[in-house]
C-alpha cells in the first residue's frame, strides 16, 4: 500500500508560517511528496512568504505557492487539495509545528489505515504556561486544538475528499468545516481514526476583545444545524456551546430595555435582574479557572457582558442567511 502524502497549508503569511515549515523540513522520515501553500490574503504579497519559503531548504523545489483569494479556510484547503496528486493529504495549520519524527510517524499512520478509513488524525499538544492557571484565550486554544477531526494535524485519503467534494466553502471562518467535512465522510461510510503522529500547537496572542470577535463562528453552527440537524453536538463529540443561554441573557436585556421605556419599572427591574444574574454567572464562568489578574478579570467582565447580544445576533443572522439550505444528504441526491 502506498503511503506517499501531500501537505497542504493555507496560510495568511503570519510569523508563524517560518516556525511551521522550519520543523517540517528538519522532521525524519520520508518527505512529502508535494507541498502547497495556499495564500489566502486578499491582497497577497509574494515577498511575504520569502522567508518561510527560505527555510524549507531542499523541500522547495517541490513546493508550490497559490493563492485563495481570501475566501476562508474551507476554499483554501480546496484549493490545496485540487493541486496534488498523491494518494494522501495531510493538512497543517500555519501555526502548528510538526514533531521531530513527523514524516517517519504520518507514513506508519497511514500505512496503517485499513481501505475504508478516509482521514488519520494527529496527536496535538498545545504548550501551557507552568507558573499560572491558563487564561480564558489559552484554554480556549486547547479545546480547539484538540478538537475531534480538527485539520491542525489531519490527514485524509485524496479519493476519500473527491468523493465528498472537499471541504464546503460556505464556512468562512475555522473550526467547523473539519467537522462538516467529516460527519459527511463517516455517514457515507469511511472511517477516521486517531494516528500516533505529534505536532505542536502553541498558543497564539490574542487581542482583549478575541472572544468576542469569535462569535462570528455563531454564524457557522447555525450551518452546521441547517447540514446535520440538531444531533451534531453529539455525533462530533462537541461543547455544546453556550448560545441558548445567550439568547436567554440577550432577551432579558432587551426586554429590561423595553420594558423600562414603558415606564413598567416592576417588570423591568426583574427582567433586569434576570439578566444580571445570567451575565454574572458567564463572567464567573470564565473567571473561575483562570489566574484571575486584574488584566484578565477586567476582560472577562467586559466581555461577558458584549458576548450574549453579539452571539445572538450573528447566531440569528446564520440562521436567516442559511434558511434555504437543505440537510447535506437531500443536497446530495
Known amino acids: 500500500m502506498t503511503t506517499a502524502y501531500a501537505v497542504v497549508i493555507p496560510t495568511l503569511a503570519r510569523d508563524t508560517l517560518a516556525d511551521c515549515l522550519g520543523a517540517l523540513a528538519a522532521a525524519i522520515g520520508p518527505r512529502p511528496r508535494e507541498i502547497v501553500l495556499v495564500d489566502d490574503r486578499p491582497d497577497p504579497d509574494p ?37 496534488v496528486a ?51 484565550g489559552e484554554r480556549e486554544t486547547v479545546a ?9 494535524d489531519m490527514a485524509y485519503r485524496t479519493e476519500a475528499l473527491k468523493q465528498a467534494r472537499g471541504f464546503d466553502e460556505r464556512f468562512l471562518r475555522a473550526h467547523r468545516e473539519d467537522v462538516d467535512l ?14 500516533r503522529r505529534t505536532t505542536r500547537h502553541p498558543v497564539p496572542p490574542a487581542g482583549r476583545w478575541a472572544s468576542l470577535a469569535a462569535q462570528r463562528g455563531q454564524a457557522d453552527d447555525a450551518l452546521m444545524l441547517r447540514l446535520h440537524g440538531a ?33 413598567w419599572r416592576t417588570a423591568a427591574a426583574v427582567a433586569a435582574a434576570f439578566w444580571a444574574a445570567g451575565t454574572a454567572e458567564y463572567a464567573w464562568a470564565r473567571i473561575a479557572p483562570g489566574p484571575r489578574t486584574r488584566d484578565e478579570v477586567t476582560t472577562l467582565l467586559a466581555t461577558s457582558v458584549l458576548i450574549p447580544p453579539a452571539a445572538t445576533w450573528y447566531w440569528l443572522g446564520g440562521l436567516w442567511r442559511h434558511r434555504g439550505v437543505r440537510p447535506w444528504r437531500e443536497a446530495a441526491l
Not at 511575504?48 to 481570501?70: F, I, K, N, W
Not at 480547539?144 to 491542525?152: D, K, N
Open 47 to 83: 515577498v511575504a512568504l520569502e522567508h518561510p519559503m527560505h527555510v524549507l531548504g531542499d523541500l522547495r523545489d517541490r513546493t508550490t505557492v497559490l493563492y485563495g483569494g481570501g475566501l476562508g479556510p474551507a476554499a483554501a484547503r480546496n484549493t490545496g487539495l485540487r493541486a
Open 86 to 136: 498523491s494518494p494522501w493529504v495531510a493538512f497543517l495549520d500555519e501555526d502548528a509545528q510538526v514533531g521531530p519524527y513527523w514524516c517517519e510517524q504520518i507514513t506508519r499512520d497511514l500505512a496503517a489505515a485499513s481501505p475504508d478509513t478516509a482521514g488519520v488524525q494527529g496527536v496535538i499538544a498545545v504548550p501551557l504556561p507552568a507558573r499560572h492557571r491558563p487564561t480564558d
Open 144 to 152: 480547539r486544538a484538540r478538537a475531534r477531526w480538527g485539520t491542525v
Open 182 to 195: 467529516a460527519l459527511r465522510l463517516l455517514d457515507s461510510g469511511w472511517g477516521i481514526r486517531q494516528g
Open 231 to 263: 444531533g451534531w453536538w453529539y455525533k462530533a463529540a462537541a461543547r455544546r456551546g453556550r448560545i441558548r443561554s445567550h439568547l436567554a441573557v440577550t432577551a432579558a436585556g432587551a426586554t429590561a430595555c423595553v420594558l423600562a421605556a414603558a415606564r
